[in-house]
C-alpha cells in the first residue's frame, strides 16, 4: 500500500461483537478498489487507492468480519448507488413498511427513522402509510435526493450524540430501519446504543443484510467487500443483542441479494411483541447443521471461488474467440469485485450498461470499463450479457425480453449459466 492508502485503512486485531483476539483469516482477495469509486475519464489517468480485502473468523463467538476496516468517509461521503434502480428492492420496501405498519400498530403520530436512508426509498414508503419519518445518511449528494422526495434528511454518521440530539430535537422512534446498513457498521456496539437511545419503550428496531449462510453456500464473493465490514450469522446478533440491551424477538429469511435475513429486536426490558422462539431455535439448529460456528467451513472458500473464476474465464475467453462481443449488465458494487478479482476487462467485456443516471459516463474502478446506459445494447447489439447485477437478473432478462433475439444472458453467480 502507499502512505496515502494505509493513512486510510486500519488492521483490526479484536473482534467487533466480543473483544476477543482469536481471529483468524480464511479468505484474502488482495487489495483491490473501493467498490463504488468509479471514475470519471480523468481520474483514469490517476493512480487509484486500494485496500486490502481479508475475511476473518472470531474463533469465541463466530462472528465473521473484514480484518481491514477502510476509513468511512473514503466510501459513504459521495456516494453513487441508489435503491430506486431496481423494482425488486422497491417491493421489498414496500412490504417492510406495510408488515411493519399493521404488525407494530404504528400511528400518524409514530416516527420510524432509517439508518442509512439513502435517497429515502424506503422512508418514502412509510411516508405513504401515513407515519412520520426521518433519515440519517451521511451521504451528501443523497441528502438533495431524499429531500426532493419529501423525506427529512440528517446527513451525518449515525453515533451516540446524533442519538442523542435526534431525541432532544425531535422524538423517540416507535420503528427504526436499516437495510444492509448493518453490514457497513464499523462500531456495532456504539451504533446499537445509539439505536436503543432513540427508541421508544416498546419500539421495535429491523435490520435487514445479506445472510452468512447464503453467501456460503453459493459463494457469493463479489459480495464481500470493503464496505461489507459483517457477515452475519445468528449467533454473533444474539451477543451483540445481549450486549445493548436488546432481545431478538423474530427472524424471517428474505429471497433479496442472493439471500439476507431480517431481524426484529426490541428492547429487553419490552414485554410487548412475542418472541418467536421456535424461529430463532430454528434458524441455530439449521446454522448448527451447516457448521458455521467452526473455522473449517470457511477454509475452502477460497478455492471454491478459484474454480468459479477458472470456468468463468474459460466461457467468456471461447466466445471471444469465436469472436462474440460481450457486455457487463448492471454496474453494481459487487461487480468492481468480480471484475477486478477475475481481471475482467477490456480484453474479455466491451463496456457495462446501467440504468442509474450517477453511474453513466463514468468508469468501473480498476478495470476502466466505460458505462452506458441500458438503451446502448440495442444500438450495438451485442452477443452475451454478463448480467453483473445477477441479484436482479429475473428483473433484468424480463424487462428485456426482446433482446433475446438479439443475444444470450450470461449469469456468473450463484452458477454460471447462459440463458
Ligand atoms: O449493501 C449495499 C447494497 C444494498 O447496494 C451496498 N454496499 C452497495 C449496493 O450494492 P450493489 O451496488 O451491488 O447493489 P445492487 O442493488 O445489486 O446494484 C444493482 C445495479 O444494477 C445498480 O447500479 C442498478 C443496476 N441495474 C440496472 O442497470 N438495470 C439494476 C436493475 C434491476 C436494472 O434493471
Given at each position: 500500500?502507499?502512505?496515502?492508502?494505509?493513512?486510510?485503512?486500519?488492521?483490526?486485531?479484536?473482534?467487533r461483537i466480543c473483544g476477543s483476539s482469536r481471529l483468524e483469516d480464511f479468505f484474502d482477495m488482495g487489495n483491490l478498489?473501493?467498490?463504488?469509486?468509479?471514475?470519471?475519464?480523468?481520474?483514469?489517468?490517476?493512480?487509484?487507492?486500494?485496500?486490502?480485502?481479508?475475511?476473518?473468523?472470531?474463533?469465541?463467538?463466530?462472528?465473521?468480519?473484514?480484518?481491514?476496516?477502510?476509513?468511512?468517509?473514503?466510501?459513504?461521503?459521495?456516494?453513487?448507488?441508489?435503491?430506486?434502480?431496481?423494482?425488486?428492492?422497491?417491493?421489498?420496501?414496500?412490504?417492510?413498511?406495510?408488515?411493519?405498519?399493521?404488525?407494530?400498530?404504528?400511528?400518524?403520530?409514530?416516527?420510524?427513522?432509517?439508518?442509512?436512508?439513502?435517497?429515502?426509498?424506503?422512508?418514502?414508503?412509510?411516508?405513504?402509510?401515513?407515519?412520520?419519518?426521518?433519515?440519517?445518511?451521511?451521504?451528501?449528494?443523497?441528502?438533495?435526493?431524499?429531500?426532493?422526495?419529501?423525506?427529512?434528511?440528517?446527513?451525518?454518521?449515525?453515533?451516540?450524540?446524533?442519538?442523542?440530539?435526534?431525541?432532544?430535537?425531535?422524538?423517540?422512534?416507535?420503528?427504526?430501519?436499516?437495510?444492509?446498513?448493518?453490514?457497513?457498521?464499523?462500531?456495532?456496539?456504539?451504533?446499537?446504543?445509539?439505536?436503543?437511545?432513540?427508541?421508544?419503550?416498546?419500539?421495535?428496531?429491523?435490520?435487514?443484510?445479506?445472510?452468512?449462510?447464503?453467501?456460503?453456500?453459493?459463494?457469493?464473493?463479489?459480495?464481500?467487500?470493503?464496505?461489507?465490514?459483517?457477515?452475519?450469522?445468528?449467533?454473533?446478533?444474539?451477543?451483540?443483542?445481549?450486549?445493548?440491551?436488546?432481545?431478538?424477538?423474530?427472524?424471517?429469511?428474505?429471497?433479496?441479494?442472493?439471500?439476507?435475513?431480517?431481524?426484529?429486536?426490541?428492547?429487553?426490558?419490552?414485554?410487548?411483541?412475542?418472541?418467536?422462539?421456535?424461529?430463532?431455535?430454528?434458524?441455530?439448529?439449521?446454522?448448527?447443521?451447516?457448521?458455521?460456528?467452526?473455522?473449517?467451513?470457511?477454509?475452502?472458500?477460497?478455492?471454491?471461488?478459484?474454480?468459479?473464476?477458472?470456468?468463468?474465464?474459460?466461457?467468456?475467453?471461447?466466445?471471444?474467440?469465436?469472436?462474440?462481443?460481450?457486455?457487463?449488465?448492471?454496474?453494481?458494487?459487487?461487480?468492481?469485485?468480480?471484475?477486478?478479482?477475475?481481471?475482467?476487462?477490456?480484453?474479455?467485456?466491451?463496456?457495462?450498461?446501467?440504468?442509474?443516471?450517477?453511474?453513466?459516463?463514468?468508469?468501473?474502478?480498476?478495470?476502466?470499463?466505460?458505462?452506458?446506459?441500458?438503451?446502448?445494447?440495442?444500438?450495438?447489439?451485442?452477443?452475451?450479457?454478463?448480467?453483473?447485477?445477477?441479484?436482479?437478473?429475473?428483473?433484468?432478462?424480463?424487462?428485456?425480453?426482446?433482446?433475446?433475439?438479439?443475444?444470450?444472458?450470461?449469469?456468473?453467480?450463484?452458477?454460471?449459466?447462459?440463458?
Amino acid at each position: 500500500m502507499t502512505q496515502s492508502e494505509v493513512k486510510h485503512v486500519k488492521k483490526i486485531d479484536r473482534c467487533r461483537i466480543c473483544g476477543s483476539s482469536r481471529l483468524e483469516d480464511f479468505f484474502d482477495m488482495g487489495n483491490l478498489p473501493l467498490p463504488n469509486a468509479f471514475l470519471t475519464k480523468e481520474d483514469v489517468q490517476k493512480p487509484e487507492k486500494r485496500f486490502p480485502l481479508v475475511v476473518c473468523f472470531c474463533h469465541d463467538c463466530t462472528f465473521v468480519q473484514l480484518r481491514y476496516i477502510v476509513e468511512p468517509d473514503q466510501m459513504f461521503k459521495h456516494y453513487l448507488y441508489i435503491p430506486s434502480g431496481s423494482q425488486i428492492r422497491i417491493q421489498n420496501f414496500n412490504e417492510i413498511a406495510f408488515t411493519a405498519h399493521r404488525r407494530f400498530h404504528l400511528q400518524s403520530d409514530s416516527l420510524v427513522i432509517d439508518i442509512g436512508s439513502n435517497d429515502g426509498s424506503l422512508l418514502s414508503c412509510f411516508q405513504t402509510l401515513g407515519v412520520q419519518v426521518l433519515g440519517v445518511d451521511p451521504a451528501e449528494n443523497l441528502k438533495v435526493a431524499a429531500e426532493l422526495k419529501g423525506i427529512p434528511t440528517l446527513s451525518e454518521y449515525f453515533t451516540q450524540e446524533l442519538a442523542q440530539d435526534i431525541v432532544n430535537t425531535y422524538k423517540k422512534a416507535a420503528l427504526v430501519t436499516t437495510t444492509n446498513v448493518f453490514a457497513h457498521i464499523e462500531h456495532l456496539l456504539d451504533s446499537m446504543r445509539a439505536i436503543y437511545a432513540i427508541l421508544d419503550e416498546d419500539g421495535v428496531f429491523i435490520s435487514q443484510f445479506p445472510y452468512l449462510l447464503d453467501l456460503l453456500r453459493d459463494q457469493l464473493f463479489d459480495t464481500i467487500y470493503h464496505e461489507h465490514m459483517s457477515y452475519y450469522s445468528l449467533n454473533p446478533l444474539l451477543l451483540l443483542a445481549e450486549r445493548t440491551g436488546f432481545k431478538i424477538f423474530d427472524i424471517q429469511h428474505v429471497p433479496l441479494d442472493g439471500g439476507s435475513i431480517r431481524v426484529f429486536w426490541k428492547k429487553k426490558e419490552s414485554h410487548k411483541w412475542k418472541i418467536e422462539q421456535e424461529t430463532i431455535d430454528q434458524f441455530r439448529a439449521i446454522e448448527e447443521r451447516e457448521k458455521l460456528y467452526t473455522i473449517d467451513t470457511y477454509k475452502d472458500f477460497g478455492a471454491r471461488v478459484q474454480r468459479t473464476k477458472e470456468e468463468l474465464l474459460q466461457l467468456l475467453g471461447e466466445l471471444k474467440q469465436d469472436g462474440k462481443r460481450i457486455v457487463g449488465y448492471g454496474a453494481p458494487a459487487k461487480g468492481t469485485i468480480l471484475l477486478n478479482y477475475f481481471h475482467i476487462d477490456k480484453r474479455l467485456l466491451d463496456y457495462v450498461v446501467d440504468s442509474t443516471v450517477y453511474k453513466q459516463g463514468l468508469y468501473f474502478p480498476g478495470v476502466h470499463l466505460e458505462i452506458f446506459p441500458e438503451s446502448k445494447i440495442y444500438e450495438d447489439r451485442p452477443e452475451y450479457l454478463l448480467i453483473l447485477a445477477w441479484n436482479f437478473a429475473t428483473e433484468i432478462i424480463e424487462k428485456n425480453k426482446r433482446y433475446q433475439a438479439i443475444g444470450k444472458f450470461i449469469l456468473p453467480s450463484p452458477e454460471i449459466a447462459t440463458v
